[in-house]
């Protein structure tokens, strides 16, 4: 029989319970251990560094022979920046801001960025998710109101990907009247209401100006500011980009010029009104290499906002692009390997948009696995293969790739 001696310690029920409480006690912790969401990490991305100098740069030779001749031939007229992580290994800019002003441009010149401006719509967008205000999954409908009983369906991220079924602005009867004809940010929405979808949310991907000029009044909607405000109070003060904003007619930049039977002809008509949010923003090569820093090192978004930024969002069956390999659709941005339609060509991805508008080209890529940046900006809307070769040799050089000669047909 088992004994306790009156004098050993506690009473043996005593005993017991003072361990059944310790068991509990014990259980608890663990449970609470396990079951807790873990303290929020927060790694703050290093601070950006100061900007470069404003100074000509021509490190790269290859380019600088190609630029050197296009620039005196009148084949490019514009800016090109290249830059590996901080440092700038090419700036330079060639031909006529103003031909009528007899202006040539200067590193500083301002350039109408037309659809290169959606990134900073779509940045917009999941900087507000990161703040909790709002999420790309939420319904359009929440934020446009009346809305049509079509719209139901659509989801922020489907103005993002351009896979809403909207009809674009240019897909739409009396294109030609509407871009000319100045209108208001009501108005295009009004406008986008009155057309039927072109395909259910989400089965398809085509290209589409009009939901990123409805993104821009889900930012005033939820902000309460008009949308070239909130970008300036969001991104461009905090980041410095003085030279980069919306742009009204009241800030001096490049003329933009097209081809025509008559020469080259100046294209004063921009009215970026109706391109509100899809493609309405001036700024600089040293302003985009800022936020190109920016935005690709963590200082604009949250690293699962970003994600989602440079993710592909199109349809798993959506088909290759003229017999190759298709882009990938992210939020206001692009990736793929650009390389691939140059000779020779190289293989790297790079996540890039393209721009053209009223006189305009533009293309600013980067590559993530060397940090490289290039920005090409034309006021020529008929460069647009300059712009592109150009792209992709200033890629190629700072990589140590091939120098690329030609544009594959």
């Known amino acids: ?64 022979a190609q630029l050197d001749r296009w620039g005196a031939t009148g084949q490019f007229s514009g800016g090109v920046l290249v830059a590996r992580g901080d440092q700038v290994l090419f700036r330079q800019v060639y031909g006529w801001a103003n031909r009528a002003e007899d202006r040539r441009m200067a590193l500083d010149t301002r350039f109408r960025l037309a659809s290169v401006s959606k990134q900073f719509t779509a940045a917009a967008i999941l900087r507000l998710q990161d703040e909790g205000r709002l999420s790309v999954s939420d319904p359009v409908c929440r934020y446009i109101q009346p809305c049509p009983a079509a719209w139901a369906p659509i989801r922020l991220s489907h103005l993002l990907s351009h896979t809403s079924g909207i009809p674009d602005l240019m897909a739409r009867p009396g294109w030609g009247v509407r871009r000319v004809t100045p209108a208001t940010l009501e108005q295009l929405t009004e406008d986008s209401k009155r057309y039927g979808l072109q395909f259910a949310p989400g089965t398809k991907v085509r290209y589409d100006n009009a939901g990123f000029n409805l993104l821009a009044a889900v930012v005033e909607q939820v902000t309460g500011q008009d949308f070239q405000d909130y970008l300036r109070t969001a991104f461009f003060a905090p980041l410095g980009m003085t030279e980069t904003g919306y742009d009204d007619g009241g800030v001096d930049m490049a003329m933009g010029y097209a081809n025509l039977a008559g020469g080259v002809t100046p294209q004063p008509d921009a009215n970026v009104s109706i391109v509100y949010g899809a493609g309405a923003l001036y700024s600089t090569l040293d302003d985009l290499l800022i936020w190109e820093r920016a935005l690709h090192h963590g200082h604009v978004l949250s690293p699962e906002s970003y994600r989602q930024m440079i993710a592909d969002h199109a349809p798993e069956d959506t088909p290759d692009e003229r017999g190759k390999p298709r882009r990938l659709w992210g939020f206001g941005l692009y990736e793929k390997e650009l390389g691939r339609q140059v000779r020779p060509e190289f293989t790297d991805n790079q996540i890039f948009h393209t721009g053209s508008w009223s006189g305009f080209r533009n293309l600013v890529t980067y590559q993530a696995d060397e940090d490289i940046t290039v920005i090409v900006l034309s006021n020529n809307y008929h460069q647009r293969e300059a712009v592109f070769l150009l792209s992709q040799q200033g890629m190629a050089e700072a990589l140590g790739r091939n120098f690329p000669t030609t544009v594959a047909r």
């Open 1 to 64: 029989m088992f004994n306790v001696p009156r004098r050993a310690g506690n009473h043996p029920r005593l005993t017991l319970g003072v361990l059944a409480l310790l068991c509990v006690a014990v259980i608890g912790l663990v449970g609470f251990h396990l079951t807790r969401k873990p303290a929020a990490v927060t790694t703050e991305p290093d601070p950006l560094p100061p900007r470069p100098p404003i100074v000509a740069v021509e490190g790269l030779p290859d380019l600088k």
